[in-house]
């Protein structure tokens, strides 16, 4: 299974990003993905989750009220829109894809909050 994410890059303090985790050819939808972010010098943190039997979704302390996880109709694609972007936010973000028998990761994308 490849996890794939996209939407990264440079905003400035206070702006918005939307970053994407999909699986191609594979849906999303049975299962639980998860959104971690790792900054330098730092442990991986997980950032947002979103179960795969409609249950509430839960987020880092952090990040509650500014960031939001949903599933698009098709099932075939994550988002984690980020808005209020803090310089403190700027980190590699990596998409988990939770299956019964093992967890696949994707390669990461870059997010830099930064004026």
């Known amino acids: 299974l490849q996890v794939v994410e996209s939407g990264g890059g440079l905003v400035q303090p206070g702006g918005s990003l939307r970053l994407s985790c999909a699986a191609p050819g594979f849906s999303l939808d049975y299962y639980g993905v998860g959104w971690f972010r790792q900054a330098p010098g730092k442990e991986r943190e997980r950032v947002s989750c979103?179960?795969?039997?409609?249950?509430?979704?839960r987020y880092a302390d952090s990040v509650k009220g500014r960031f939001t996880i949903s599933r698009d109709s098709a099932g075939t694609t994550v988002y984690l829109q980020m808005n209020s972007l803090k310089p403190e936010d700027t980190a590699v973000y990596y998409c988990k894809v939770a299956l019964l028998t093992a967890d696949y990761w994707g390669q990461g994308t870059q997010v830099t909050v930064s004026s």
């Open positions: 979103i179960s795969s039997s409609g249950g509430s979704n």
